[in-house]
């Protein structure tokens, strides 16, 4: 069993610009011009699904990302969707659990990333305490913590929560997750939203007293402030094109950073990008610019825009906000018409060469102060074999110049999972043993 | 009908053990009249003016609904904490068995009201108020709220493109007054869904038999939102009460079926 009994060894956590693969979960196969009759959340009409090609689509998600982990990422990263046809992910630590199984058992040393169970949509938070720290203990000390609010649609229409109340149910829902993961004895908890009379959970994260804490966002002001008040990573996507809007939003996290007191350590932000490389940039855009452009059509652009802000979710100062404008606009709110070209040049996705991809990344991650860097590579209808090939080329070819891009200014990552070199030594003890059996 | 505006005063009460400044609205002279808002706030429409004439109408603004203060709704924990701050603002104002008259969500609100309170009101008046779930004739508030806005005026009027119809929903034409209204509109229908999300089913209809007082219920044979059949479902569990649906109207009764909804209110507070 070639893999099995391989002696793992924790690489020392040297700071280097960390490189994950990010996934979501699409069903591959949705029918052309989806978008134009149909919201691809909460009623998205499931009878455009083949069951065979379900499965194939939801297995390949995951040996797509097992390759990843094999293929020399950093960290593998899913997140949640409910009722959704771009990211069938309902519990995202299912997966997230698969991928740290195998990981664990070939030895691989890879973080496991989980982008978010959705704090202000949950009605079990105690549930995600006890997920997130089995797969800190199953990931030998390797875990994530993704902790977003939640999208309007997910929380306020497919969980139902009511609008004004998802802020509310994630400030008590952290708070309390954090607190079950260190505390040293039961305790009772007589929340707004949540009472128990004996907090107790089994098991606890081998990280203590937390796995390192991400949230994503859109990059408002009062989601900034929390993440750098609470010293957490923040993550920002590139679904609205960091050409339009990095400048802005990532000046905003940097300049309240400084406001408040906070070091330029470039580990304190991540950022999620969708990439796809090929040998030239020619072949690149044959073989990806259908599946970028038909994903991102019939996925976020299906999304009607009502669902991404229902009535409640945002106080009136930040609707007037939106509504005024004054900032650039994303690409988020016209996916449903997006051209291959307008995805490429917003940067929603970089698609090229080694060499073409390789100089955007560098470019926009220094610009920007990135430490923690997630790739997308896979969208929508894309086989497996063509993400593999991806995979493949960014961590051959790309990958090794981006490491090294803040070496010359000496930060420690400390958002990173530290990992626990006695847990990695018992898993490898154990298959070693059942070997021999 | 006029639509001349009588002259409106706000009075606020500090109530709710002081974590609430409850905004009231108050106009006209005489027995006292409380009227509940619907789902997107209060507006101060041409039947309060009409109601005002003979009576003083006290309008309150649902908790997080009042310019300025949107914390407020955090206040109000849940629909039973709501009906007993409206209590509370009733004894506050020093109300004696004021006439309770709502609309839609309002009408939930005053529905409650006076089956928690049997002895609140003196007459209850109930405008295609929501609080009753049946599976064959599904309320779709959800899709309502979440969905289009182009979609809105299907839900709320028999003829949509009407010029009452659209006077209703008209916003300012100065763009700063109409962004602020935007807003403002969009987070008072998220402080009243908090009470009424997904479905807004408190279990009124196990204590609409304990309203006391007599009733008058009405609906639009159209309504779009709250089907008419729960124009039978309030008149058969509230004791002697009297049912008016009219016809050509949807559920803004009062929009569509201006002189109707007022000649059979009026009748009815008068009587």
């Known amino acids: ?437 | 009908m006029t639509t001349s505006a009588i002259a409106v005063r706000e009075e606020t009460l500090e109530i709710w053990d002081g974590r609430l400044k409850l905004r009231v609205k108050v106009a006209g002279d005489g027995p006292p009249v409380l009227f509940f808002h619907p789902l997107p706030g209060l507006a101060w429409h041409p039947l309060l003016d009409l109601l005002a004439q003979e009576h003083t109408v006290y309008a309150p603004e649902h908790p997080g609904t009042s310019p300025g203060d949107p914390k407020a709704i955090e206040q109000v924990q849940t629909f039973t904490e709501l009906l007993l701050v409206y209590e509370e603002a009733v004894r506050a104002l020093g109300l004696d068995r004021p006439a309770v008259v709502g609309q839609s969500f309002g009408g939930m609100v005053a529905a409650d009201l006076a089956a928690t309170f049997p002895a609140l009101p003196s007459r209850l008046v109930l405008l295609a108020p929501i609080g009753l779930w049946r599976d064959d004739a599904p309320i779709p508030l959800m899709e309502m709220v979440a969905g289009p806005p182009e979609d809105l005026p299907g839900y709320l009027f028999a003829h949509p493109d009407s010029a009452a119809a659209r006077a209703t929903l008209a916003l300012p034409e100065d763009p700063d007054l109409m962004v602020k209204a935007i807003a403002q509109s969009a987070w008072n229908t998220g402080c009243t869904t908090k009470f009424a999300w997904p479905i807004a089913d408190h279990g009124l209809g196990r204590r609409l038999h304990r309203v006391a007082v007599p009733t008058l219920v009405v609906w639009g044979r159209e309504d779009a939102l709250v089907p008419v059949a729960y124009a039978r479902e309030f008149g058969d569990r509230i004791a002697g009460s009297r049912v008016e649906v009219l016809d050509d109207c949807g559920h803004v009764v009062q929009v569509d079926q201006p002189e109707l909804t007022w000649a059979v209110m009026n009748e009815f507070l008068a009587g």
């Open chain 1, 1 to 437: 069993m070639v893999g099995w009994c391989k002696t793992p060894s924790p690489a020392p956590k040297e700071a280097s610009v960390k490189v994950s693969m990010f996934e979501q979960v699409p069903y591959r196969y949705m029918p052309d011009g989806f978008e134009n009759h149909n919201s691809s959340v909460v009623t998205a009409p499931y009878q455009v699904v083949d069951p065979a090609r379900m499965t194939e689509s939801l297995f390949s998600a995951y040996a797509e990302l097992l390759h990843g982990a094999r293929a020399g990422f950093d960290g593998i990263f899913v997140t949640e969707h409910s009722q959704s046809s771009y990211d069938i992910s309902p519990n995202p630590t299912l997966l997230a659990s698969a991928v740290a199984c195998a990981a664990r058992s070939e030895g691989l040393d890879v973080a496991i990333g989980v982008l978010g169970r959705s704090l202000g949509k949950t009605r079990e938070p105690l549930k995600i305490a006890e997920e997130y720290a089995l797969l800190d203990c199953l990931s030998g000390g390797r875990l994530i913590a993704g902790f977003p609010v939640g999208l309007s649609y997910d929380a306020n229409l497919n969980a139902s929560i009511p609008a004004v109340e998802t802020r509310e149910r994630y400030r008590e829902h952290r708070e309390l997750i954090l607190r079950a993961w260190s505390a040293t004895e039961p305790f009772p908890w007589n929340g707004r939203f949540e009472k128990y009379g004996q907090v107790n959970v089994w098991p606890r994260p081998i990280q203590q007293p937390s796995p390192p804490v991400w949230i994503p966002g859109t990059g408002s002001p009062g989601t900034l402030r929390d993440i750098l008040q609470n010293d957490y990573v923040f993550v920002y996507l590139s679904w609205d094109g960091p050409k339009l809007t990095g400048r802005e939003v990532f000046d905003r996290y940097w300049d309240l950073a400084e406001e408040m007191g906070r070091d330029r350590n470039p580990y304190r932000l991540a950022f999620l990008q969708v990439v796809a490389v090929s040998e030239t940039d020619e072949r690149a855009e044959q073989e990806y610019a259908h599946h970028l452009q038909a994903h991102y059509r019939s996925g976020l652009g299906a999304i009607p825009g009502s669902a991404f802000a229902v009535a409640g979710y945002a106080e009136p100062a930040a609707i007037e906000g939106m509504l005024r404008g004054g900032g650039p606009e994303g690409m988020l709110g016209r996916m449903k018409t997006a051209t291959f070209k307008e995805l490429v040049d917003s940067q929603v996705a970089i698609v090229g060469s080694p060499a073409t991809v390789a100089d955007q990344i560098q470019a926009f991650v220094r610009e920007f102060r990135i430490g923690n860097l997630l790739v997308m590579l896979q969208n929508g209808s894309m086989p497996r074999d063509l993400t593999e090939k991806n995979v493949s080329l960014f961590t051959e070819q790309v990958l090794p110049r981006l490491r090294p891009i803040w070496d010359d200014e000496g930060w420690t990552n400390h958002w990173w999972p530290r990992g626990s070199q006695a847990a990695t030594e018992v898993v490898a003890g154990a298959a070693a043993s059942g070997a021999e059996a």
